[in-house]
């Protein structure tokens, strides 16, 4: 079959028509592409948005393909609500990746003094960015001492026609490579990926061992092989079905400033010494667009959560087998839904997520009973059923994200934990008061209220 970013979002328009909104008219890539996406987003419309006509390049953009978590999971062959239980399911059989001698991605090769960033659309998201960058390349790359490969987000911010800095997060396994590396001071070979298929951004996403391959991954998600073709200078297999790859190396020990950049947080963190990407060589598609994603809003937001929802899940159950459901609403923010059998099971889901990931700063149990993806009825068990001297649990000083603005240390923070089940159980708790089920069952919503009032206005997310 053969998937890639364009085929994924032919099908999105042949399903879902009014999902995907091709404009024509010139944009700015400073700022406007960014401002009608989030003008859109407080309508609540969130359709996959192509940009035909971008100032200063020739390719055009394409952007907020993950604002939906409906095209998310289907992207996987999911329903939303059983996106995370199929992701695992998938992850669990990966399929290794198909090599090919060449694809889509190699029509255009650019090397050395071919190469210039300044073609590409220089994206500028925020008023405060210190530039333009990209934001959906996913990093491959080879550790130099074990060679087991590994895929990343990682930010990259312009800087000339070859180089870019890139954000290596602290502690991560791109950073563990380059660290390798720059103690052989040797550069780090790496590949940065542009235009995914959804289902491939989620594999690059898994949290999981640094033994785990993201090819064989994105290959299950995907449901077919991932084709992969050689890269053009170094000793690595590259996305085939790519719109575009920027080949290069991380210099040892060599730093620049980087940022500010606004993030997922939704603050623009401030400038800090970075590494830097030396570009080498480019491949593209002869119409190939470029993969945007709009940092800090439902694009960036969404993407994340379905493979850090499996992980966290994954790891609950570990501890206690009677998880039902996690959810990510906000930054560093995890709600986790389990049917509590025994005392002290609130308190092992909470170790269990703080142990897991380390973006993770506070976590919320609350029972089974409650639908964690309607935040009033977390809040409310969070006020009913827990006593902060009692339920509460806080760590100090330990490793979290260095893109955390309230922390003080890069990347060391605190967390906390609130146990909002009900103690000792929910069979023993004070009994909610509800409507009798049989008049609930009974009565029908569209029997006593006009039509329009049971209609969404917004893109099914």
Known sequence: MSQDLRSFIEKVRQES??????????????????????????????????????????????????????????????????????????????????????????????????????????????????????????????DPLSGRLNCSFNRLMFIDKNHTSIHLTLAKHLWEFYTNAEKLKQPLKLAVILGAHPAWSLGALNIGSIDEEEFYLMGALAGEAMEVAPAETMDLKVPARAEMILEGEIPPFERVDEGPFGEFTGYSLGSRKREVFHVKAVTHRKDAFLHDITVGHIDHLLLSTIPMEANLFRSVRAMVPSVKAVRIPAPFTVYVSIEKKTEGQGKNAILAVLGSDMYMKHVIVVDHDIDIFNDQRVQWAVGTRCQADRDVTIISNVGGSDLDPSDLKDGVTAKMGIDATAKPRLDTFTPRHRVSNDVFERLELKDFVPASWLTQKDGKR
Do not use: W
């Open 17 to 142: 028509p009014e999902e995907v909104l091709t404009i024509s008219k010139e944009v700015d890539p400073h700022f406007e592409i960014t401002a009608l996406v989030v003008k859109l987003e407080q309508e609540r419309r969130f359709p996959i948005m192509v940009f035909e006509n971008v100032k200063g390049t020739k390719f055009p953009v394409v952007t907020n393909v993950h604002a939906s978590r409906r095209r998310l999971a289907s992207a996987i062959g999911s329903d939303p609500r059983a996106a995370v239980a199929n992701y695992l399911r998938r992850i669990e059989q990966p399929i290794p990746p198909k090599e090919v001698d060449t694809g889509p991605v190699k029509e255009v090769i650019l090397k050395g003094d071919q190469v210039d960033l300044r073609a590409i659309p220089q994206i500028v998201h925020h008023q405060d960015d210190a530039g333009p960058y990209l934001t959906a390349g996913i990093t491959l790359a080879k």
